[in-house]
């Protein structure tokens, strides 16, 4: 049997590929240094956390069915009925996602706090001098250099790119259905934080050497890379959660 190539109709991989070659841009025409690049991919992190508000809201899965961590049937029989199906309907399952939004959104949100004061203050500038007058006048201060150096314009693109893939492949193709609230609530982390981490690595290799033009450009194929693999393991986790159906 013939393999497909993963970028076969994969409108929202190929989108996803598009839009992270753009630094690639501000690289050559914008004169976007490591630090940027950086920031870029942090605020990147933040759209991703509130796409997964959208997705957390949404969910109607059973968490008996697919775990973030394996995909795999759950079949612990202590797992409470009301977490295994907080959608089933009733006021207690509704009552659940009023509680996990907001402590996702404190959780998640004091995640990013904390990784864009580590970013800042390491990459921006020596001794951190972004970070002069505290730590949001400096975040702020950064937000405001992007957006004047053209950073706008990359984070439209990934604001419209996971819009996509949150309509295409969780609410059209039906992913919603195969995930449960709990298990969406964490299915961030892991992608941001093996991410990042090799992201930041490359960062501080390429600060340390200068931040010659042929790094920053291989530090952005390489999250292209990693980025595309990481999309791809999720959408085929869901899809073997949901084998039972179709």
């Known amino acids: 049997m013939e393999k497909t190539s993963p970028l076969s109709g994969n409108t929202p991989l190929l989108l996803l590929i598009a839009v992270n070659l753009l630094p690639v841009a501000g690289v050559l025409f914008w004169g976007w240094n ?13 759209v991703i956390g509130a796409i997964n508000v959208l997705k957390i809201l949404t969910a109607t899965g059973d968490a008996s069915d697919i775990q973030p961590n394996n ?22 399952n509704y009552g659940i996602k009023l509680f996990l939004v907001p402590f996702f959104t404190f959780h998640y949100g004091m995640f990013c706090f904390v990784h864009g004061i580590f970013v800042f203050t390491l990459l921006g500038g020596k001794g951190g001098q972004m970070m002069n007058g ?32 949150f309509f295409y492949n969780y609410l059209a193709k039906g992913e919603y259905r195969r995930i449960s609230a709990p298990a969406q609530m964490a299915a961030p982390y892991g992608r941001i934080v093996v991410l990042h981490i090799a992201i930041l690595f490359g960062a501080f290799v390429i600060t340390a050497l200068g931040s010659p033009v042929f790094l920053l450009i291989l530090l952005i194929v390489g999250k292209i890379v990693l980025d595309a693999k990481l999309h791809l393991r999720s959408r085929n986790k869901l899809k073997a959660g949901g084998n039972k159906d179709h």
């Not at 612990?76 to 207690?92: A, F, H, K, Q, S």
């Not at 604001?159 to 996509?164: D, E, G, T």
């Open 134 to 165: 505290g730590p949001f006048t400096g975040m702020g201060r950064m937000v405001s250099q992007i957006l004047d150096s053209g950073g706008k314009w990359f984070i439209a693109a990934i604001i419209a790119s996971h819009l996509f893939s």
């Open 34 to 46: 490591v630090f940027e690049i950086v920031s870029l991919y942090w605020f990147e992190n933040v």
């Open 71 to 92: 995909g795999v049937k759950n079949e612990d029989p202590e797992m409470p009925d009301y977490l295994r199906n907080p959608t089933g309907g009733g006021v207690i």
